[in-house]
């Protein structure tokens, strides 16, 4: 799906779901070389996501668990190279691991309609912003 060209606009909640994979997977294991598999180099969104795992390996802290789910998605404009896909991802609860191995329970947490662009390259689709969804 994150090769198909015609994913973003004919199945939307299988290609966010095949990044949030992803993502969940790099925020996990704290790699930020792997954030390439989910987001456009030089991205915001990938500048967003390599601080976010900067500060946790700084700290010594890791997640388990986590897993985002895509409650709801749709194309929202876009071509075979860029699109648009509105979408809700969810967090499922997980446990922060800190550095010397104390275990804190997080909640679920439902996620906000965000607004999630893509660019596709021959690696495939990725992402390049989230913004709060523009009101329709």
Same mark, same amino acid.
């Given at each position: 799906?994150?090769?198909?060209?015609?994913?973003?606009?004919?199945?939307?909640?299988?290609?966010?779901?095949?990044?949030?994979?992803?993502?969940?997977?790099?925020?996990?294991? $704290?790699?930020?070389?792997?954030?390439?598999?989910?987001?456009?180099?030089?991205?915001?969104?990938?500048?967003?996501?390599?601080?976010?795992?900067?500060?946790?390996? $700084?700290?010594?802290?890791?997640?388990?668990?986590?897993?985002?789910?895509?409650?709801?998605?749709?194309?929202?404009?876009?071509?075979?190279?860029?699109?648009?896909?509105?979408?809700?991802?969810?967090?499922?609860?997980?446990?922060?691991?800190?550095?010397?191995?104390?275990?804190?329970?997080?909640?679920?947490?439902?996620?906000?309609?965000?607004?999630?662009?893509?660019?596709?390259?021959?690696?495939?689709?990725?992402?390049?912003?989230?913004?709060?969804?523009?009101?329709?």
């Amino acid at each position: 799906v994150v090769l198909d060209p015609d994913s973003a606009a004919h199945r939307p909640e299988d290609l966010l779901q095949a990044l949030s994979d992803r993502r969940a997977r790099v925020l996990m294991d $704290g790699d930020p070389t792997a954030l390439t598999a989910v987001h456009a180099p030089g991205s915001a969104s990938a500048a967003s996501d390599a601080t976010l795992v900067g500060r946790m390996r $700084g700290a010594g802290v890791r997640w388990e668990g986590l897993r985002l789910e895509v409650a709801e998605a749709v194309h929202v404009s876009g071509d075979a190279a860029h699109a648009v896909l509105r979408a809700r991802v969810d967090w499922t609860a997980y446990v922060v691991v800190s550095a010397d191995g104390a275990r804190s329970q997080r909640p679920a947490d439902t996620g906000l309609l965000l607004d999630f662009a893509l660019t596709r390259a021959a690696q495939g689709w990725r992402l390049t912003a989230v913004t709060t969804a523009r009101a329709t």
